[in-house]
């Protein structure tokens, strides 16, 4: 079964990037080194309230960590602190794949706790997903969460396609057949729906031109 333990809050980009200029001038190598350190520890601690259950403090450590990172991120960073970043020493290539592998843990481990929320907001589920698959194309929990988010947004086409992904990577996932099966009888109940549509719309059509030619025939006798 698609198992939903994560495996490693999008607000605040400023700030995060703050915090990270203000290593300049003090050691910044050692400062962004310590900084990516720093975010490794808040997803794991992020996994462990988590596996206590406790959701809540679990999405505000992943937060915080997304906080942290999209201040050392370029690409993440606002154009109005683009000038400033040319004080901050690059990442290295070791840095880099350190802040990206832990950047899409935690937008991951943030999904499998947004679905255990008693209100599920899938439209921001599905929102985490596609920024796992942006950097992880074959992630199989991603693509069985975006699944399984469009369905419940009532996209069924758009569900089969990450789900038919998913199952590629997992062929006997339980959990995986299950949502296909779902998406399956929704495709076909919409089906069913869009002909018994059209046929009542053509009925109507067809009851229609019957009474106009009535009428016709009733004039000309």
Request: glycine fraction near 8%; aromatic fraction near 6%; include cysteine.
């Amino acid at each position: 079964a698609i198992n939903i333990l994560p495996v490693g809050g999008d607000d605040g980009a400023e700030a995060g990037a703050s915090s990270c200029l203000r290593a300049t001038g003090e050691s910044s190598g050692s400062r962004l080194e310590s900084q990516l350190q720093e975010a490794v520890r808040l997803k794991t601690e992020g996994n462990a309230f988590y596996r206590e259950k406790n959701v809540r403090t679990a999405i505000g450590r992943y937060h915080r960590v997304l906080l942290v990172l999209r201040g050392l991120d370029s690409g993440e960073v606002t154009s109005a602190l683009q000038e400033f970043m040319a004080q901050v020493p690059k990442l290295s290539q070791s840095q880099e794949d350190l802040l990206r592998s832990t950047q899409v843990d935690c937008y991951n481990n943030l999904t499998a706790c947004l679905l255990q929320r008693e209100l599920v907001d899938y439209a921001r589920v599905l929102e985490q997903c596609l920024k796992v698959l942006q950097w992880r194309s074959g992630d199989i929990k991603a693509l069985y969460r975006a699944g399984v988010a469009s369905l419940e947004l009532g996209d069924a086409q758009t569900a089969r396609h990450y789900l038919t992904q998913a199952s590629r990577g997992k062929p006997n996932d339980p959990d995986v057949k299950k949502q296909l099966q779902r998406v399956e009888e929704r495709l076909s109940q919409d089906y069913q729906n869009e002909k018994a549509l059209y046929k009542g719309m053509f009925s109507k059509q067809k009851r229609g031109e019957e009474q106009l030619a009535e009428e016709k025939t009733q004039k000309l006798v």
